[in-house]
């Protein structure tokens, strides 16, 4: 059985910084590109990071975000520095290898001032 699960987010002010995780099991980690994404109330799904399974990093154009693994722990790393209200969303990571595609439940960022 797949799963990824994320942690690490919280209720934080604007300029801090969180660290989100994603463990995940059921797979051969090191073998799968790994995502980011966020969604917030009344917005799509949007993609943040992705890390290829050769770790090669695709960021969204903001350097608060990075995105790493550690494949020997089978997770996968958001670091995002000077947090802004409009970074509120739940954060979701996936697990994705030709055309199979899997997702965490999310854990949820909110900043507020």
């Known amino acids: 059985q797949v799963q990824l699960v994320e942690s690490g987010g919280g209720l934080v002010q604007p300029g801090e910084s969180l660290r989100l995780s994603c463990v995940t099991s059921g797979v051969i980690f090191s073998i799968y590109d790994i995502s980011w994404h966020r969604q917030s109330p009344g917005h799509e799904r949007e993609l943040v990071a992705t890390?290829?399974?050769?770790?090669r990093e695709n960021t969204r154009d903001d350097n608060r975000f990075t995105i790493s693994r550690e494949n020997t722990e089978n997770t996968a790393y958001l670091q995002i520095n000077s947090l802004k209200v409009e970074d509120t969303a739940t954060y979701y990571c996936?697990?994705?290898?030709?055309?199979?595609?899997?997702w965490g439940q999310g854990t949820q960022v909110t900043v507020f001032s």
């Open positions: 890390i290829t399974a050769g770790g």
């Open positions: 996936s697990a994705r290898r030709r055309g199979n595609e899997y």
